[in-house]
């Protein structure tokens, strides 16, 4: 069975910097894409930036220069280097990632989300 655990939420200052992580686990033939999303109280989830397999990435407007995407395919983990952190980034952020399970079809597996919180 896929998993997907995302640590690295917690409370930091404007203009500090925290590092999400998700790895996934499970009987895994490959992994596609890789991303982070976010959601803020009364918003609507939303793109924060995206790997694809062969390194191309892609980043919302608002974070873009701020945080950077990256991935550790030997140890099937995804990263998000959040810097110069602002109030208006607090939210859950969620993993998903793109799997090809063993004997099975690709499929979108989402994390249970990891809370940022950035105080002014």
């Known amino acids: 069975q896929v998993q997907l655990v995302e640590s690295g939420g917690g409370l930091v200052q404007a203009g500090g910097s925290l590092r999400l992580s998700c790895g996934v686990s499970?009987?895994?033939?490959?992994?596609?894409?890789m991303g982070w999303y976010r959601q803020a109280p009364g918003n609507q989830r939303e793109l924060v930036a995206r790997i694809t397999s062969g390194g191309t990435t892609n980043y919302a407007k608002s974070v873009k220069g701020r945080f950077t995407i990256s991935r550790d395919n030997a140890r099937n983990t995804v990263y998000l280097q959040m810097n110069s952190l602002k109030p208006e980034d607090t939210a859950v952020y969620y993993c998903n990632v793109g799997v090809v399970p063993d004997f099975r079809p690709p499929t979108d597996y989402w994390g249970k989300g990891t809370l940022v919180t950035v105080s002014s």
């Open positions: 499970g009987s895994i033939s490959s992994i596609n894409a």
